[in-house]
């Protein structure tokens, strides 16, 4: 059954290696999870293989580059305005030696692995790991970042149709850009208020409890949507049901609360045809592989019995949003914005 009134399972992971994280962390401090993505990532992709996981991979532009040097032949000529310097990845670019932990911060090689497996869908993370809601960046800054992203990505013969807003910031301002680009959908946000966008890297202490909290306990509900939700604007707007935490051995006695907290999940959108989107970065297995790839493949075990009950559907975002754009009710949007 191939419709959509059937459950379904979004998965998606933000591939950005030290872009992300460099104004987190150092790259010291994080550089084993970093290396360990090359090992993390074609792992992924084979337990996708088994258990027929059709995923979608936003890749922040920068990664397609070799090197350094290729990268500052393509950069915009608007750059991000950001208040604090920190954030500003080019004034980072100027730091990098040619040959400086380049698997830190380029992978063109993962991404054409990526290409090579059927069912994944490669969408962008914008060109430079682009805040869209903190001071001083602009509209059209973002746009012209987008544009680059896009631009790359084709060259790698990749058609970019899905966006995953870095740190979680979507601009609702934004949105009429990337319908402009081509863009149909993107991952929104939980609905409940601990998950709203903030500025900056990290949320309220409070809100950071709760979250951590609502990954063993159901605090939240089930964060599932009904296609009705999702056809109800343009670009579509396909929102994160749980970010998938990495193992800890500090909380690991707690897994089974963690795992429940997910598979409850998908039976709930199973048994109501709903869509449960379930998303990570590779840098978060890039340590405790094998404990990480166990858990994941519990996941997977749960959806293919549903699967198997003809209950649910695994599909990218840029298939989900285009069952929405199938749909006679998107009408009105169709002809707003000639999809």
Known sequence: MNNSTQGTLAISLDLELYWGMRDVVSIDNYQKNLQGVRQALPAILELFKKYQIHATWAAVGFL???????LQKDIPQ???GYD?????????????????????????????????????????HTFSHYYCLETGQTQEQFKADLQAAIAIAEKANISTTSIIFPRNQYNQAYLGEIADCGINCYRGNETNFIYNDEKGNGDRADKRIFRLLDAYLNLTGQNC????????????????????????AKVRFLDGLRLRRITSGLEYAANRGLVYHLWWHPHNFGVNLAENLSFLEKVLQSYQKLNTQGKMQSRTMREIAQLCINSESMNSYKQLFRV
């Open 64 to 70: 397609y580059y070799a090197d350094v040097e290729q």
């Open 225 to 248: 949507y009904s296609w009705s939700d999702l056809r109800s604007s343009y670009p579509i707007n396909i929102p994160s049901s749980r970010f998938l935490r990495p193992y800890s």
């Open 78 to 80: 608007q750059l991000p």
């Open 84 to 124: 604090k310097s920190d954030l500003d990845p080019y004034q980072y670019i100027n730091t990098l030696e040619k040959k400086s932990n380049q698997q830190l911060h380029f992978c063109p090689d993962l991404i054409e692995l990526i290409k090579q497996y059927s069912g994944q869908e490669i969408a962008t």
